[in-house]
């Protein structure tokens, strides 16, 4: 029996095992199944590489005004380096987004969208949450007083309702945790019985068979007497007796829970890189890039789009067009650090060679959307006392997670759309009335009656695969090409350097575009050093 | 075996209960375990009563500007009532303040003290957090526009640091996500291999017993080819590989957890009146008092200690003392509504009956004591990645709970005791430089040359049960209290009505003060519609 499980991700396809994720697990198992895809956890460096020698003016250009790039400006500037930053949009922080009344983007179609939400109201779409750990992303946090506030992860109180659960679940609202302390108590009880039975006879010391069964009945809430879980007014309660205090929901039945499968949307600790509470900045995601654009705003060239990266032995010269006048220009310098999306740079004229053009271009350019919808009322805080979190319907790129900012408000934007892979593709076809539309069905049997009736008709959707600029969410990796490639672009090509979260261990995050920042400069120092 | 666990709630006194509870399960588990004893969990009522009719100028005396007390005025002054509020403090909020520069409070000795943290930091002492379904707290933070933020109760970052621990796990700092992944990962793995072998042949289908093996595998993170636990990296990370990814740091051994007993510190499900996220205002828990105090501060007499309440078949009389002139003063209305804490309402010159009086005195004055020194360094963010939340050495009284605010910022607030019961008496005993000795002599093995190291000098502490005007926590009833003694003070006596927490399913809680306030005010009403 245990050799047959149907959801392990070394015995399935990465897509099946993406997708499987996403109908158990929701946003959150999504991405920490990625991880189980070598793209890395945790960050490796705390602080940026300390860098000694006077470069003498030595000059950098740096491509893109992302993390990484204004990473490379901030550090290497402080260090007497002459950075220049060439960059395609017209605002810097790359993919550090968040829309908000007036925010555009546009797409490779050159279609731009521009976002209508009411003053006050924002939208993370692209990077939206901080693990704690992160520690080089908090270092620039700190060293550019960016305000910070806590980003709900994880809300016990958000609902699953899954048509596709099996049994009579199927289609029934439920609270998260109705699910987590009915499963918790059921098999704490299942096995502080069989404990009592003498299952573990052979296997624990008397001692620990009662210690063991100590736990049991704390964790699972257990009667205490006979071991048996009758459901604890922590999984919610249902009414109030005349003194005000409150009587316990029912439990459900284990074997209704084990058939739905509604019990695989958990695990015992919340996962290392979603963490149930995790972090962001007040006010937007954005506001990283703001704090890095007053430190070397000054240095950044916008709208000035890469045509040409050529190099010899004495320096590089990298030619780019503004695309508003369609002026043409040269620069030239002693090194380049190159941020662009792999993708993107592949495409142009470069002198980099062919063993890195075949780096460049393996890893597959990862699809993903979003869609949120403005709110009228927030229905979700007022009538569910759901501040923050996720509900979810188990339907591969729907969710509807809740903002984590602007608690008791009166109006809030809920996300209600997060695609990768397959589904991202099909959702970037739709019109922006279909996003809406779908959306809208999909979210409305977690909140009857209000989701429709709320939507207040601003919206804001994104598809990375399909902005101009990015063409991808981020660069996903298999482990095999990630051993075969990767060395290839940590090098230098010639005075080229690159940096970017695609060359690090972490694609997809902000803090592995700062790291691959730092190692690159740290690189790029000790060889203009030698001189 | 099951009828003997000794830490059963109907089973000991409930002060052996309530230490239990601070020892394994910190501050948590105590205010958890005291709902056990009857101190109600969820709110009732979600709105507060409609009030008809027009009373045409009735004048009611609202003894304490405290939420019940502010409640009764706001809510009252809206249909027409002329209240008048009576104030003992300088200021509005009752219990409901946070310490900042500048702000006092005083003994029942007379001792005043002054807090002097650095501007921008500030520590609720009072009410420090709000679970999102206290309906009637937010109802009003809506109302009055008060901001709002997460804050983190729970944090699996935070550590346990036990040296009563039993085995090799004695004085060994973790992190409490090791002890809860760990022991979800054995006890997943103990019920999936009794699963396999048979021991739930006779209860569970074939089906039933794959879906639950299935469950087990996901929410243990056990290695689905033989059932067992080998540690997962959700746990924490202890290396990183080339690539950039982690290696999980080692799993503690299932005999050392049990024997440590530090596996008891949870629960499987968080508790529902202390949810893994609960609610702040931003810049403090006083800016609900001030939200009130912008509706009715004009009602209100500050300095003004009530000294007698007399009433006739007319109306009532009370007679106060301005605390700073001296002056006395009698006011006159049609009705009194008093939430000043039973304690000291009982000790007044008033004609309430004996039999009232019997009930005033009969709920525990509980003592409560809490600490907090000012850190000079943000040392468990910077050093530890811990954002909120706690960490406990399983030292009753002692606690170490993190600011959920200014994250990122240089300085920061950390309660360092959380005094109940027995342990507040002795902590209120003790003189300021031996609480602060105290508490960073218990503090210092979880951050290690940190936390003395960077106390820079700045502390404050309250001793509720010693605080003028308060003399205690809150009112604690026992069951058969409440029983015997609450629907007396739940009805006027004469034309007097009770209000304040102390007379809610929820005493302790803000939500009880106003909730007892709608009760009151819908009973009065009717009365004076009736003439």
């Known amino acids: 029996m245990a050799n047959s499980k149907p959801d392990q991700p070394h015995k399935i396809t990465k897509r099946e095992f993406l997708e499987a994720f996403a109908v158990v697990g929701g946003v959150s198992g999504v991405i920490s199944a990625l991880n189980g895809w070598d793209m890395g956890i945790a960050s490796a460096a705390e602080a940026p590489p300390n860098l000694m020698g006077n470069p003498n003016g030595t000059k950098v250009l740096i491509l893109g005004a992302g993390l990484a790039g204004m990473t490379s400006a901030y550090e290497l500037g402080l260090r007497g380096y002459n950075c220049q930053i060439i960059e395609a949009r017209a605002f810097a922080g790359g993919r550090c987004q968040s ?31 901080l693990p704690s750990f992160h520690h080089a992303v908090f270092h620039y946090i700190r060293k550019f007083g960016v305000p910070m506030e806590a980003m709900i992860q994880e809300n016990d109180l958000g609902y699953l309702q899954f048509d ?55 964790e699972g809430f257990l009667d205490a007497n006979d071991l048996s879980y009758k ?20 439990a459900i039945a284990l074997k209704e829970i084990l058939q739905s499968g509604l019990g695989n949307t958990f695990q015992g600790v919340t996962t290392i890189d979603h963490p149930a509470t995790m972090f962001q900045p007040v006010g937007g995601m954005d506001q990283i890039a703001r704090g890095f654009e007053r430190a070397v705003g000054d240095a950044i060239t916008f709208n000035a789009e890469v045509q040409e990266l050529r190099q010899d032995e004495n ?25 662009l999306p792999l993708g993107i740079l592949s495409k142009l004229q470069t002198d980099l060679s062919d063993r890195c053009k075949e780096a460049m271009d393996a890893p597959r350019k990862m699809t ?17 006392q759901i501040y923050g979190g996720s509900s979810t319907r188990g339907i591969p790129g729907h969710t509807v997670i809740y ?18 892979g397959r589904a991202a593709v099909v959702h970037g076809e739709l019109s922006m009335a279909q996003k809406i539309k779908q959306a809208v069905n999909r979210s409305e049997p977690i909140h009857p009656g209000q989701f429709r009736k709320h939507y207040d008709g601003k919206a804001f959707s994104i598809d990375w695969h399909l902005t101009r600029y990015s063409e991808a969410g981020w660069s996903a990796w298999s482990p095999a090409d990630r051993q075969k490639h990767m060395s290839i672009l940590r090098e230098p090509q010639g005075r080229v350097y690159f940096a970017g979260d695609h060359v690090s261990g972490l694609p997809g995050w902000q803090v592995g575009a700062i790291e691959s920042a730092w190692a690159q400069i740290e690189k790029l120092h000790a060889r203009s050093m030698k001189g």
Not at 115 to 125: A, K, M, R, S
Not at 405 to 416: L, W
Request: aromatic letters at 10%; hydrophobic letters at 30%; one cysteine or more.
């Open 99 to 129: 829309s908000r009344a007036g925010f555009k983007t546009t797409t490779v179609d050159g279609e731009t969208r521009t976002c209508d939400f009411d003053e006050g109201q924002y939208f993370n779409h692209g990077p939206w949450r």
């Open 403 to 420: 903002p984590s900012y602007g608690f008791c408000g009166k109006k809030g934007i809920v996300q209600s759309a997060y695609t990768f």
């Open 315 to 339: 320096g590089v010269s990298i030619t780019y067009r503004n695309n508003v006048t369609g002026e043409v220009s040269v620069q030239k310098a002693d090194y380049c650090i190159t941020t």
């Open 368 to 384: 993903v959307g979003k869609l949120s919808l403005q709110m009228n009322r927030r229905f979700w805080e007022e009538d569910d």
């Open 231 to 250: 459901g604890t007014i922590h999984r919610g309660q249902s009414e109030f007796n005349p003194m005000g205090t409150s009587i316990a929901s029912k």
């Open 164 to 218: 596709k659960a099996g049994g009579p679940l199927a289609g029934r609202r439920v609270r998260k945790r109705e699910i987590k302390a009915d499963m918790r108590g059921y098999t704490s009880e299942l096995l502080a019985k069989l404990t009592d039975q003498g299952a573990l006879d052979e296997q624990l010391t008397n001692r620990d068979r009662e210690k063991l069964t100590d736990y049991l009945i704390r």
